[in-house]
């Protein structure tokens, strides 16, 4: 299974105090087992572990168990060529997670606070062994296995109940070891008639209730076969809009590279916006408008997903409400490759930066 629950031992709270108009900031460490530790256990002590590790001591009946009222963010860390580590673009994170919570009316998060306490809550938890080490056999796949920090910022409301918006919540950092995003043995993408978001909706940030939807139609996908979802817009039922939690990008054959436009009901995604300054910077022409289904069976050679977990995925087909089956090929295309060896390979260090996305929070010594 992908994408598994296996929470690293240090954990930031914040919570807002409406009396300082501050947050009142705890670190919380469940316990001092070191990562090398936790893998020598037997799988029923680890296990004991882990889920001691997900008491975090939030209100079990709050707006946010009860009515999803809630948002997060997905943000990585990546042990660098030069022995450190970095986090990519935390302050982007901290910007959406900021939007998301002013969209909730509930008290926004400071960006600043937000990068200060992620570079802080990277640090104490490599301090019990719980950084992925370089490893130089990743630059011949471009990256395609390596390890990383997932790091899973998120607001949880204070206890209540009875529908409302919250004035004092918490705010959560947690992170996770990951593994391959995409569940293996599937395969292609698949338009869904489910809707993601409303034109006026919270498609625009990133708060948990919208993603119930998504959760759905991933499993519908699944259970048809496909690896993704993609949704097309609420009114027209015409232009692709996203997938299940990522971007979405074709290249066309004059090599143009298009995506939707950014509105109300998409996710302004970190990897879409950096994947478009990479993508212009290495010349090709980038456009953000609305991209029928038309259009793609007609003129797309390509077809990708972007997203912090997903990275740059290449999908080998896209199949419409009809059933009719738009092939792309398998695995990157040339596009695609491109794109997936300049992001990785800046992220992961073995690349310049020059654009400044990384913020090192342990510095390399090469
Ligand atoms: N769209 C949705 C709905 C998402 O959940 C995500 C993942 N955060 C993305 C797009 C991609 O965003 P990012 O590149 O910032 O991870």
């Given at each position: 299974?992908?994408?598994?629950?296996?929470?690293?031992?240090?954990?930031?709270?914040?919570?807002?105090?409406?009396?300082?108009?501050?947050?009142?900031?705890?670190?919380?460490?469940?316990?001092?087992?070191?990562?090398?530790?936790?893998?020598?256990?037997?799988?029923?002590?680890?296990?004991?572990?882990?889920?001691?590790?997900?008491?975090?001591?939030?209100?079990?009946?709050?707006?946010?168990?009860?009515?999803?009222?809630?948002?997060?963010?997905?943000?990585?860390?990546?042990?660098?060529?030069?022995?450190?580590?970095?986090?990519?673009?935390?302050?982007?994170?901290?910007?959406?997670?900021?939007?998301?919570?002013?969209?909730?009316?509930?008290?926004?998060?400071?960006?600043?606070?937000?990068?200060?306490?992620?570079?802080?809550?990277?640090?104490?938890?490599?301090?019990?062994?719980?950084?992925?080490?370089?490893?130089?056999?990743?630059?011949?796949?471009?990256?395609?296995?390596?390890?990383?920090?997932?790091?899973?910022?998120?607001?949880?409301?204070?206890?209540?109940?009875?529908?409302?918006?919250?004035?004092?919540?918490?705010?959560?950092?947690?992170?996770?070891?990951?593994?391959?995003?995409?569940?293996?043995?599937?395969?292609?993408?698949?338009?869904?008639?489910?809707?993601?978001?409303?034109?006026?909706?919270?498609?625009?940030?990133?708060c948990a209730s919208n993603y119930v939807i998504s959760a759905l139609a991933k499993?519908?996908?699944?259970?048809?076969?496909?690896?993704?979802?993609?949704?097309?817009?609420?009114?027209?039922?015409?232009?692709?809009?996203?997938?299940?939690?990522?971007?979405?990008?074709?290249?066309?054959?004059?090599?143009?590279?298009?995506?939707?436009?950014?509105?109300?009901?998409?996710?302004?995604?970190?990897?879409?916006?950096?994947?478009?300054?990479?993508?212009?910077?290495?010349?090709?022409?980038?456009?953000?408008?609305?991209?029928?289904?038309?259009?793609?069976?007609?003129?797309?050679?390509?077809?990708?997903?972007?997203?912090?977990?997903?990275?740059?995925?290449?999908?080998?087909?896209?199949?419409?409400?009809?059933?009719?089956?738009?092939?792309?090929?398998?695995?990157?295309?040339?596009?695609?490759?491109?794109?997936?060896?300049?992001?990785?390979?800046?992220?992961?260090?073995?690349?310049?930066?020059?654009?400044?996305?990384?913020?090192?929070?342990?510095?390399?010594?090469?």
């Amino acid at each position: 299974m992908a994408f598994a629950l296996n929470l690293y031992p240090v954990t930031y709270i914040a919570r807002y105090n409406p009396e300082t108009e501050k947050w009142d900031e705890e670190w919380l460490e469940s316990d001092k087992v070191t990562y090398d530790e936790l893998m020598a256990m037997s799988e029923a002590d680890r296990k004991a572990v882990l889920d001691k590790r997900n008491q975090m001591g939030l209100p079990s009946v709050s707006y946010t168990s009860q009515y999803a009222y809630s948002c997060f963010e997905g943000m990585k860390g990546f042990p660098t060529k030069d022995g450190g580590v970095a986090i990519f673009r935390p302050e982007e994170n901290g910007k959406r997670f900021n939007n998301s919570m002013k969209g909730l009316y509930c008290p926004a998060f400071p960006v600043d606070q937000y990068v200060k306490a992620s570079v802080e809550f990277v640090k104490r938890n490599a301090a019990l062994g719980y950084v992925p080490k370089y490893n130089p056999d990743w630059e011949k796949t471009d990256y395609a296995d390596a390890d990383s920090i997932y790091m899973r910022p998120f607001m949880n409301s204070e206890g209540a109940i009875g529908v409302g918006c919250s004035k004092q919540p918490y705010v959560v950092i947690c992170a996770t070891t990951v593994s391959a995003y995409f569940k293996k043995g599937l395969d292609g993408a698949v338009i869904t008639n489910r809707i993601r978001a409303t034109p006026h909706g919270t498609g625009y940030i990133k708060c948990a209730s919208n993603y119930v939807i998504s959760a759905l139609a991933k499993k519908e996908a699944e259970q048809a076969g496909f690896v993704e979802c993609v949704y097309l817009d609420a009114v027209h039922h015409k232009y692709f809009q996203e997938g299940s939690s990522c971007n979405i990008f074709f290249v066309l054959k004059d090599k143009t590279i298009v995506t939707p436009e950014l509105g109300d009901t998409i996710l302004p995604g970190i990897t879409r916006k950096s994947v478009i300054a990479l993508a212009k910077e290495k010349g090709y022409k980038v456009e953000e408008r609305p991209v029928s289904v038309k259009e793609v069976q007609k003129k797309a050679v390509e077809c990708f997903v972007t997203g912090t977990a997903a990275g740059i995925s290449p999908m080998s087909s896209i199949t419409d409400l009809n059933g009719k089956k738009t092939v792309f090929g398998e695995g990157f295309g040339p596009v695609a490759k491109e794109l997936q060896h300049e992001l990785k390979g800046r992220q992961y260090g073995s690349l310049e930066d020059p654009n400044h996305w990384n913020t090192v929070v342990i510095p390399g010594n090469k």
